[in-house]
T-cell receptor, first 112, second 115 residues
Framework: KQEVTQIPAALSVPEGENLVLNCSFT??????LQWFRQDPGKGLTSLLL?????REQTSGRLNASLDKSSGRSTLYIAASQPGDSATYLC???????????FGQGTTLQVKP | GAGVSQSPSNKVTEKGKDVELRCDPI?????LYWYRQSLGQGLEFLIY????????KSGLPSDRFSAERTGGSVSTLTIQRTQQEDSAVYLC?????????????FGPGTRLTVT
């Protein structure tokens, strides 16, 4: 059974700092991995999608990497801003139905 | 174009009542998913639709939960005889195809509170 774990559960950093969020999964047979952002009381916003054949994806200040063999992904946020404060969720797509298995999330606070 | 929409955004109901939650996926998306987000449980898969059929209902927690999709578009999730443990945010997502590496796009969710 696929399990997804995110560490740390919460993180507080000063504005401007670079940071890394971690995601691990137990079964390396994934189709892809998706990083989401969730603001309080809101739905999920897709940030980055990495296919199983890819090693990384970049969007602006965000960079996500994938090491399928070790069951790990990282989300790197450069030059963090208070507006980055949110919960970040990673999810793996396993199986041919496309359903996502989510981690518990990392709640990020960026202090001005 | 419009994203995934859900209604109502909030629903408060008394224990024992039935509720219906609605999801309008992105036009042209063949695959639709329902998830539930509750405190302490995180985000859990409930059911997957391909077109109007549901080949994977493995996440539905009990037979009080059912869902349908019509016209390959709108879906409704019905919870009968609601219980307090059903209180959660119910999220709907759609994607172009279940196969292939397409992104899932989520709606804003319906927050259900059972009193």
């Amino acid at each position: 059974k696929q399990e997804v774990t995110q560490i740390p559960a919460a993180l507080s950093v000063p504005e401007g700092e670079n940071l890394v969020l971690n995601c691990s999964f137990t079964d390396s047979a994934i189709y892809n991995l998706q990083w989401f952002r969730q603001d309080p009381g809101k739905g999920l916003t897709s940030l980055l999608l990495i296919q199983s054949s890819q090693r990384e994806q970049t969007s602006g200040r965000l960079n996500a990497s994938l090491d399928k063999s070790s069951g790990r992904s990282t989300l790197y946020i450069a030059a963090s801003q208070p507006g980055d404060s949110a919960t970040y969720l990673c999810a793996v797509r396993a199986g041919n139905t496309g359903k996502l298995i989510f981690g518990q999330g990392t709640t990020l606070q960026v202090k001005p | 174009g419009a994203g995934v929409s859900q209604s109502p955004s909030n629903k408060v109901t008394e224990k024992g009542k039935d509720v219906e939650l609605r999801c309008d996926p992105i036009s042209g998306h063949t695959a639709l998913y329902w998830y539930r987000q509750s405190l302490g449980q995180g985000l859990e898969f409930l059911i997957y639709f391909q077109g109007n059929s549901a080949p994977d209902k493995s996440g539905l927690p009990s037979d009080r939960f059912s869902a349908e999709r019509t016209g390959g578009s709108v879906s409704t999730l019905t919870i009968q005889r609601t219980q307090q443990e059903d209180s959660a945010v119910y999220l709907c997502a759609s994607t172009l195809l279940a196969t292939g590496g397409y992104e899932q796009y989520f709606g804003p969710g319906t927050r259900l509170t059972v009193t």
